[in-house]
Structure formats: structure tokens, C-alpha cells
């Protein structure tokens, strides 16, 4: 069956450390993939797009990686800070789809002052 | 530049009840989405409208769930009856296009069937 994985525990890491969010997935094969930050309360808000055919990309504190052959995105905050306590979702969209974004469940991030 | 709009932000209903919500994209917008929330789970597409045509409803309700967009703007999305297992967070989003699809999300409507 066709799964997006995303931890469901919650990382709890220090301030200034690096956070690293691991997604998953299985049975799909992703033309791109797309991670959002969601506050409680909130809707999605946009961070990052990665394609199939790139390997790493970068918005100021943010990384993500994208493996296609361990079928795997990595997502990693720089110099954490309690504002970035949110949860974070991974994305894809399917090739031959109607470009449908398909969400994984989030991982939860606290980052302890 | 305004985000997108959703109305109500919350309502209450019993089941078998019949609800509506409305979204306004963010202007020039031409792909519109319904998504629904469970607590605890990720956003799960209902319906996306490319203008006002319906580019995917695989996973919406027919039997009880509709959705309209209005001259390729506003939209709505009903229910009708609701059950309890409806309740969740009705999520409107919008993108330039659908190639272009970094979506921009309303607050979202939380809807509680009792």
C-alpha cells in the first residue's frame, strides 16, 4: 500500500541545536515533494519545495534533502529557537497525478529555551 | 497582499444536520482546494477546482459531501447529512496553478458533529 511516514513522537531537542524531521514514503513515486510548518490553530504554511532530480535545497536556516533511492526527505533547522516549535509536515505529488499534494500526519518539534 | 479566507471559523451541528462553509482565495488564484484535518493526521484532499472546473474529487464523499466554486473565485463546501465521524478541520487552500502549487491555507473551519 501506498504510505507517507512521518515520526509520530515529538522531537524535543535544545535551543541552538540542529533539528532533523525524517519523511518516508512508500509505493509512490514523487515528482516533487513539499514541507509545511503548521501552528496549533492555523493552516499550513508553505517552507520548502524539493524536485525529483535535486538533491538538497536551502532557505536560510532550512535544509532538505531528498533521497530518492532510500525513498526518504530529510528536513533540518539550523540554530533552533523556541519559535520554531510547530508542527511539520512532509508533502509529495505523485507523478501522473493531478498534481495532488498528499500529506503525511506531521511530526511534532519543541525546542527548549 | 490578503491570505485565504474561510467563514465560519467554527460551528456546531448534530448529526444529520446540514452545514456549509465558504473560502475566498487569494486573488489570481486559479487552483482552489478543500482539504479535511483529523486531529492528529495530516490534511486529506477532497476537492481541487482548476478555475471553476473540478480537476480531482477521488476522495470526496458524493453521497453526502458537495463542493461548488463560483465563477472561478469563492467557493463552498457542503455537507449533507453530517455524521459524527465529519467532525474535523475543513482546511481551504489556493495556488497560482497547478504546476505552480505551493499552496497558501486558510485558517480552516472546525466542525464539531455531535
Known amino acids: 500500500s501506498q504510505k507517507i511516514e512521518q515520526n509520530s513522537e515529538a522531537l524535543n531537542i535544545q535551543e541552538g541545536k540542529t533539528a532533523t524531521l525524517t519523511c518516508n514514503y512508500t509505493n509512490y513515486s514523487p515528482a516533487y515533494l513539499q514541507w509545511y510548518r503548521q501552528d496549533p490553530g492555523r493552516g499550513p504554511v508553505f517552507l520548502l519545495l524539493i524536485r525529483e532530480n535535486e538533491k538538497e535545497k536551502r532557505k536560510e536556516r532550512l535544509k532538505v534533502t531528498f533521497d530518492t533511492t532510500l525513498k526518504q526527505s530529510l528536513f533540518h533547522i539550523t540554530a533552533s529557537q523556541p519559535a520554531d516549535s510547530a508542527t511539520y509536515l512532509c508533502?509529495?505529488?505523485?507523478?501522473?497525478?493531478?498534481?495532488?499534494?498528499?500529506f503525511g500526519s506531521g511530526t511534532r518539534l519543541l525546542v527548549r529555551p | 497582499e490578503a491570505g485565504v479566507a474561510q467563514s465560519p471559523r467554527y460551528k456546531i451541528i448534530e448529526k444529520r444536520q446540514s452545514v456549509a462553509f465558504w473560502c475566498n482565495p487569494i486573488s489570481g488564484h486559479a487552483t482552489l482546494y478543500w482539504y479535511q484535518q483529523i486531529l492528529g493526521q495530516g490534511p486529506k484532499l477532497l476537492i481541487q477546482?482548476?478555475?471553476?472546473?473540478?480537476?480531482?474529487d477521488s476522495q470526496l464523499p458524493k453521497d453526502r459531501f458537495s463542493a461548488e466554486r463560483l465563477k472561478g473565485v469563492d467557493s463552498t463546501l457542503k455537507i449533507q447529512p453530517a455524521k459524527l465521524e465529519d467532525s474535523a478541520v475543513y482546511l481551504c487552500?489556493?495556488?497560482?496553478?497547478?504546476?505552480?502549487?505551493?499552496?497558501?491555507f486558510g485558517p480552516g473551519t472546525r466542525l464539531t458533529v455531535l
Open positions: 487552500a489556493s495556488s497560482l496553478g497547478l504546476e505552480r502549487n505551493e499552496q497558501f
Open positions: 477546482f482548476q478555475n471553476n472546473g473540478v480537476v480531482d
Open positions: 508533502a509529495l505529488v505523485p507523478k501522473d497525478s493531478s498534481y495532488k499534494l498528499i
